[in-house]
């Protein structure tokens, strides 16, 4: 059996329901007319809000910039089965892809072993659409990785200041890179978006490229101290005093980007580049993918990889069976079991994390969401509700990717709801397998 919480499913779902309903009836007309009005124009100033978000999501090459991961080979083609879960109801009348689409989900997919149980779109998104996803993106990096872990070109209880000389001096010298990798790194700088004086928003935000900041796209690298992201790493980031590395799990971006800078750097060749060539055109894909950039135009580690609904499946699956796709070895296997092996201090993080503590989360390991090691069940999570749930004892993987109107996981019932209905769903498969 596997395990899931209870936390009052059926309340959270009635909550989550009511809501998503009072915002969709007072949702405007988003890109209304040709050329759309002004009103319901998105804009980088309000691609991260709804109703603007569900638009901006989809096309997220239009409020930011990127550059493309191609595709490559041959399209692998999934199996179908229409009937398996044609009557499965998770709560009462309610079908999966109502729950799912009533709590803001842009499009959903459910796969056991190599065959397609479900798979709906709502709200316009389409089989042919890139995603933005967010923090997933984070996942993928660690994924990737693991290759320089296998080769030894990388020792993780190193400083990653031994590869970067750039981040000799920074809150990043006297940490190890499994510190950078499980984000208990004891950094100065906290994410805050919601404080326009923060040192998120006056320095991360405008480097990363990826939130408005009034004239923040039209400066140039000579008039910048910080222009981009690892200006940012190597110039401003510092330790907390009060803690020491390892000490607490402080979930924080700049962990990805530096990640993100080590594949670069010891690949010798930029992070698109890497994910495509070690990766995603292993992958049969159907469609290029993309990543967004930040204002020095480097690819975004911490969360800028775009793709359709069934790419990143396939991505999901090479996960779940260990770095194998299509009878090809992608990624090394130990690597991909390593997030598993949460240790006792791992768990005890996350327990004392005031935030993340009220989560099913076990653990959070080099960059994977833990929800329990012993079925192989874990996620890559995104901020406004992007999921890659793996459940290895199922042999299931389910993709979702939504426009909620809230950024955080944590706190958000329309998140909740989702990731329990998966749960649920990862279960029952699992009995009928019995």
Known sequence: MLAIPNRGWFAC????VLFGHAVADEQPGVMDGLPPSADTQVTKANYLTAPYNRWAFRNASAPLNVVMVPRGGEIWHFGRDNERLAD???SGDMTLAELFEVNFADGLLVVQGETILSEHYFGGFEATDQHLWFSMTKSLVSALFGLLVESGAVALESSPARYIPELAGTAFERVSIQEVLDHTTALAFKENY???NSDFFRHYAPALGMMYQPGASDAQ???EGIYGVHDFLSDFVKPDPALGPGDAFAYNSANADVLGWLVARLMERSLDEAITDSVWRHLGAEHDAYIVVDRAYMP???GGFNATLRDAARFALMIRDKGVFDDQRLLPAGWLDAMLSAS???????SANAVYAKMPWSAYKNMWWILDADAGEFCAVGVHGQVIYINRASDTVMV???????ASAAVSPHFLVKLDAARALAQHLAEGES
């Open 221 to 223: 690298p000579h008039d």
């Open 194 to 196: 919601t404080d326009p």
């Open 400 to 406: 979702w990717y939504s426009s909620q109107p809230d």
């Open 300 to 302: 975004v580690a911490t």
């Open 344 to 350: 006792d201090k791992d768990r005890a993080n996350m």
């Open 88 to 90: 499965y109801t998770p």
């Open 13 to 16: 779902l009635f909550l989550a």
